[in-house]
Each structure stands twice: as structure tokens, then as C-alpha cells.
């Protein structure tokens, strides 16, 4: 069980379909959440930094510091890494493993390289597509990238992790996309987390049922669609 926490300007939002413009404001002070967060018994916690993704470097990187140094959460990151020292940067300020998609579409070789220095257990592959095909920089850029080829082409380069999004679904509490994601696990073997449109425990359940490695959930939260201590339940 994943929760995610978006940041905009220092605090959580949620965007609809990776709309910049339907950015809604949920909590002024993340730590606040995130707190919160651990206290139900949750572990893990999926940071991500709309700033950094839009403007390709770190924007909220002392979000990350204060949550790292005052939870015990087990935190990925994503969002404006585009080099290895943004990668040590982030590590040092207390992230546990690294979400990367935008590199993984720039720069193959550079991804690459971040995998053989971080190893399979701290790199997970971002792969948030729209109708199937991979979108970047904050969703603000799309590819011809098919998203099951690209996830497989990875997998056979070393990577253990997948994250993907279906980003007509995300923020949009219309449920998973689990025949898309089947269809990428019947394809390839790989750890896969599923994001995007999940509104109930029953989303949870059936993309878990999927096959699902992990289940990342954001404004079901936010929205009291789903209460943190009902995911306590299924941690």
C-alpha cells in the first residue's frame, strides 16, 4: 500500500488527468499528511514534485528533508532528477528508492547508467502512458512509445520495478486501469504498481487480484473516498 502525495509550491495537491490548471490544493503543510500517514500504519509513501517534473530540476526538495527526518516512511521520489547528482541529492535528503520516466524516454544510456549505480532495488521505472503511450515531463510531453514495449525493453536492461499510470484515469476516481495492466503483466515479468483512478477498497482489492505489486493511492484520500484507517487494514 502506497500513498501518494503531490507537490506544488511546497504543498499537497492533486491534478485531474495531469492538468496543471486543475490543481486543488488538499493540505498546506505535507509533513502534516504525511504524519498522518504513518500513525495508520502505513509504510510507504510516493513523493512526487510537480514543480521539478514541469520545469526539469528539483523544485521541493526540502518537502522531501522534512518528511524523511520527521517520519520513519519508506519514500520513493520522482520529479526534476536529471543527473546523478540530482539522484544524491535526493538520497542524501532522505529518499529510499527513485521514481525516473522522463530520462528513461530522453536519455536510455544516462537511465542506464543510474541503474547500474543504484542497482535494481532503489530504480523504479516510471511509465505513465495515455492511450498506451508513454507521456513525460509532467505529462506534459507524449512519445510514440508503446507502454508495454517500453516497460519490457527495460526489464530485459535490469529493472525490477514498474510504476504505471494511466493518466485519462489519474485524479479522476473513475477506477484502475486493470485490463491495461494485465495486459502489461501477462507481457512481462516484472514488480508492477499500479496508479491512477483508484476510489475504493474494491480498486485496491481487484488491481492487487491483477497481479499488482503495489497499489499507489491519492485523491481517494483526499476526497474521503478512503479512509487511512481502512488501508491500515491491508497493510
Known sequence: MIVAIDIIGGKCVRLTRGDFNS????????????M???????????????????NKKLENIKVLEKIASKTNLKIDFGGGLRTYDD??????????????????????????????????????LGADCIDRKISTAGWLENSDLDVINFISNYRSKGVKYAVCTDIRRD???EGPSTELY???????????????????????????????????????IYEGKIKLNELR???
Open 171 to 173: 485524479g479522476t476516481l
Open 23 to 34: 490543481k486543488k490544493i488538499y493540505n498546506e503543510n505535507p509533513l502534516d499528511f504525511a
Open 233 to 235: 487494514k491491508l497493510c
Open 87 to 124: 539522484i544524491l541529492t535526493v538520497i542524501n535528503a532522505g529518499a529510499r528508492q527513485i521514481t525516473a520516466g522522463s530520462i528513461a524516454v530522453s536519455d536510455p544510456v544516462l537511465f542506464i547508467g543510474w541503474l547500474t549505480k543504484l542497482g535494481q532495488e532503489k530504480l523504479i
Open 36 to 54: 498522518q500517514i504513518e500513525e495508520n500504519g502505513i509504510n510507504y509513501l510516493h513523493l512526487i514534485d510537480l514543480d521539478g517534473a514541469k
Open 182 to 220: 494485465k495486459d502489461i503483466l501477462q507481457s512481462v515479468n516484472i514488480k508492477l504498481i499500479a496508479s491512477g483512478g483508484i476510489s475504493s477498497i474494491k480498486d485496491i482489492e481487484e488491481v492487487e487480484e491483477a497481479g499488482c505489486e503495489g497499489v499507489i493511492i491519492g485523491k481517494a
